[in-house]
T-cell receptor
Framework: GAVVSQHPSWVICKSGTSVKIECRSL??????MFWYRQFPKQSLMLMAT?????????EQGVEKDKFLINHASLTLSTLTVTSAHPEDSSFYIC???????????FGAGTRLSVL | GNSVTQMEGPVTLSEEAFLTINCTYT??????LFWYVQYPGEGLQLLLK?????DKGSNKGFEATYRKETTSFHLEKGSVQVSDSAVYFC????????????FGKGTKLTVNP
């Protein structure tokens, strides 16, 4: 099946620093990638949708300058949390679609803790 | 846009018990329907899907039938195992033709030995 790799799985950073999370499709070309945020015991909240080579589309209420998304190739998208603060601590999950299948394949998630 | 309502739980069962997690949806047309599972500390995995009315999706002993009459896609398993302990999410596209998904709030299942 389609595999999406997300790295790192856990990151701890100091307040004010920036953190980059990578999402890679390992065995298919991901035409579209999605970034979600999940709060404890809650469902997934879609943050943005990115298509290779174009600017990401952010959901209402998501700060595009805070959460920078780059989708430079058909197998890699990155999410950079800039000037992170404790309230940005959360579980971030990426997913990807591609290969002609309208199914989202998810990464294992990244737990971000901002001190 | 489309929406989904899912039984929130939590659900606690003994091993070999029967499981039902209810999911109903509101949608324009007949979108594909999905169940995803999230094991502790991990991302989501596609459990099963159905693409049209009366389809039955199945995987790992789980089943769900796409019922347009009741706009439901309930998840069932005849005999749960401890390893089935996870959070289950019902999902469908936000609107026709969209790749974006809208998820239910998730149902946490705990299976005790």
């Amino acid at each position: 099946g389609a595999v999406v790799s997300q790295h790192p799985s856990w990151v701890i950073c100091k307040s004010g620093t920036s953190v980059k999370i990578e999402c890679r499709s390992l065995d298919f070309q991901a035409t579209t990638m999605f970034w979600y945020r999940q709060f404890p015991k809650q469902s997934l909240m879609l943050m943005a949708t990115s298509n290779e080579g174009s600017k990401a589309t952010y959901e209402q209420g998501v700060e595009k300058d805070k959460f920078l998304i780059n989708h430079a190739s058909l197998t890699l998208s990155t999410l950079t949390v800039t000037s992170a603060h404790p309230e940005d601590s959360s579980f971030y999950i990426c997913s990807a679609t591609g290969g002609g299948k309208n199914i989202q394949y998810f990464g294992a998630g990244t737990r971000l803790s901002v001190l | 846009g489309n929406s989904v309502t899912q039984m929130e739980g939590p659900v606690t069962l003994s091993e070999e018990a029967f499981l039902t997690i209810n999911c109903t949806y509101t949608a324009t047309g007949y979108p594909s329907l999905f169940w995803y599972v999230q094991y502790p500390g991990e991302g989501l995995q596609l459990l099963l899907k159905a693409t049209k009315a009366d389809d039955k999706g199945s995987n790992k002993g789980f089943e769900a039938t796409y019922r347009k009459e009741t706009t439901s896609f309930h998840l069932e398993k005849g005999s749960v195992q401890v390893s089935d302990s996870a959070v289950y999410f019902c999902a469908l596209p936000t609107q026709g033709g969209s790749e974006k998904l809208v998820f239910g709030k998730g149902t946490k299942l705990t299976v005790n030995p």
